[in-house]
């Protein structure tokens, strides 16, 4: 976590290296329920893709869960990274500050987003061995990602309201 803010400070410097509130440290803004709503909801968009993603890449492979499990997490991380890195880049900032800031935004929110379909998933009897073409594949799938997406969400508030996680994002959105 200390690491977490360390490197979002020094990407927010490395940005904005005239702004004094570059090296603040604490709350940014005022963490409400709507931003974190929002901030999850960003989370669970890439988390989404990159899980039915692997699943579908593993199933065509014929691949065991194990190595679809673990595809369709990286897959996660990267499309949940490359929405907030898309828009940090918009904003003007260099491409090294701009993947320090999608590493602090989002490292935190996506691992528990994971952490919670995933084991949805794994403790769900069947689910892991249901078809891409069956109903157990999708339902078990959607449930996992809301129970994911209500767990999260109070994870992003904590965060925002401490100026770490997709407030750091939010500072480069003018």
């Keep these: 976590m200390e690491h977490e803010a360390h490197t979002a400070d020094s ?5 904005h290296p005239h702004d004094p509130q570059a090296h603040q440290h604490g709350p940014q803004a005022t963490a409400t329920w709507a931003m974190a709503v929002r901030a999850t909801l960003h989370c669970l ?10 699943m579908v890449i593993g199933t065509a492979f014929g ?9 369709a997490i990286v897959l996660a991380f990267f ?12 904003a003007g900032v260099g491409l090294h500050a701009a ?19 995933n084991g949805v998933l794994v403790l769900w009897p069947g689910a892991m061995d249901a078809g891409l073409d069956t109903v157990l594949f999708w339902v078990s799938l ?7 997406f209500l767990v ?17 994002v939010h500072e480069y959105h003018h």
């Design 11 to 15: 990407a927010r410097h490395e940005a």
């Design 45 to 54: 968009t890439g988390c989404a893709i990159g899980e039915v993603l692997g």
């Design 63 to 71: 691949w065991s869960n194990l190595p679809t499990t673990v595809l």
């Design 79 to 90: 499309f949940g990274y490359s929405l907030t890195l898309r828009g940090v880049l918009k």
């Design 99 to 117: 993947v320090r800031v999608a590493l602090a935004a989002d490292t935190l929110s996506i691992a528990v987003m994971e952490l919670i379909d």
């Design 142 to 148: 959607a449930i996992s990602l809301v129970l994911a």
């Design 152 to 168: 999260t969400t109070p994870v992003n508030k904590w965060m925002i309201g401490r100026g770490k996680g997709h407030a750091v």
